[in-house]
């Protein structure tokens, strides 16, 4: 009865797959050489050196690069949030995310994005983790975990309602009718659930959830979430692009957010995944040259030890691994479990129907053994 019953299998095998080369894949596998990023500074400057300059190797080389396929993921930091936001802010630009894309983040600058850190304590009257400012003393280990954290939290909450089965911003009952007719037909064989007189219950009760799981919108920050289900409304009949498998011109973005066909949830791992390889990326090149060069620190207000910085930065991709992965557990179990809640909400439908009929006809079958015994005296 349901179209999707393989689907749990294959996220399985992709969310393995993704945890597998996440856990295991050494640091030492990179280079600053090989990948092209900044590696030999002036020493004779380096308590003048200013962090925006590890930022345009970083950000030069990743936006440059090609995009790759590994382990079944596409890896493209054009698509990707967190490159965009922290690139775009020191004059690099993602080509992916322009013209009307812009519109759909509400957050761009780092005042907004908690990268103004302003200490009254010391001497310094400007805001040092400001494109113009961004010196050493900006606290990057804590900053840019923020930042990753909060696109993730906007992703997981965007992709909720699409889970049950909200992929636009619905204005009237006829639109969230003809989306539960679309969800249901997918899952249950073609049936439409609004236009099936057998179904009322459970086409209301899909129609409450659509419209109280709009709530968790309003935790989104950093995007606009109005616009996010806007692109999705009119943009979605223009791509032309494949969803269902993933291929060096698949687009990340668009298919992790805004696709409801059956392998949305596989899409939108691949999104999170994206984002988290190259926050990864980004750690441990910062990480790697502050290693390297000692007195890159040695005007950092908030910390000037290594292990210092390595442990917060540690710490922070650790929780926020773990806290990535249980939510695309939850997510999956949901996206598995809510099928089925509709379904028995059908079956019990189907049930109350049956005994009413049943209540029908009970009672003349009853008596007929009774009548017959007593045809010939009637």
Not at 277 to 295: E, I, N
Request: some cysteine.
């Amino acid at each position: 009865m349901f179209g999707r019953k393989k689907q749990w299998k294959i996220l399985f095998f992709v969310a393995c797959v993704a945890c597998l080369f996440f856990s295991y894949t050494k640091t030492s596998a990179f280079s600053s050489s090989t990948l092209g990023f900044l590696e030999q500074i002036d020493d004779s400057n380096l308590e003048n050196f200013p962090i925006k300059t590890l930022l345009s190797s970083y950000c030069n080389w990743v936006i440059n690069s090609k995009q790759f396929m590994q382990n079944n993921f596409l890896y493209n930091a054009q698509q990707s949030a967190f490159v965009y936001l922290l690139c775009s802010n020191i004059g690099i630009d993602s080509p992916y995310f322009k013209n009307e894309e812009k519109q759909y983040f509400k957050r761009l600058s780092f005042a907004q994005l908690w990268f103004q850190d302003i200490i009254y304590t010391d001497s310094y009257q400007i805001d040092l983790c400001s494109p113009v400012s961004f010196q050493n003393d900006c606290n990057i280990p804590v900053v840019v975990p923020k930042l990753f954290n909060g696109i993730i939290n906007d992703y997981i909450n965007m992709k909720q309602p699409n889970l049950y089965g909200m992929n636009k911003n619905f204005q009237t009952d006829l639109d969230i009718m003809s989306q539960i007719n679309q969800f249901s037909s997918g899952y249950f064989n073609g049936i439409q659930l609004c236009d099936d007189a057998r179904y009322p219950k459970s086409c209301s009760m899909m129609k409450w959830y659509i419209k109280n799981v709009r709530s968790v919108l309003n935790d989104v920050t950093i995007f606009n979430a109005s616009g996010i289900l806007e692109i999705a409304a009119t943009t979605s009949e223009d791509k032309t692009i494949s969803c269902s498998t993933i291929t060096l011109t698949g687009d990340v973005f668009y298919c992790g957010l805004y696709w409801d066909k059956w392998w949305s949830l596989p899409s939108f791992v691949n999104l999170v995944y994206n984002e988290l390889f190259y926050y990864r990326l980004f750690m441990w090149y910062y990480l790697s040259m502050l290693q390297k060069y000692p007195s890159l620190l040695t005007k950092n207000t908030y910390m000037r030890d290594y292990s210092s910085i390595l442990k917060t930065f540690s710490t922070q991709y650790m929780w926020s691994k773990d806290a990535l992965s249980l939510s695309l557990r939850m997510m999956r179990d949901t996206y598995m479990a809510f099928p089925f809640h509709v379904g028995f909400s059908m079956y019990q439908e189907d049930l109350h129907d049956f005994w009413k009929t049943l209540a029908r006809i009970a009672p003349p079958i009853y008596t007929l053994d009774d009548k017959l015994r007593h045809v010939q005296g009637e």
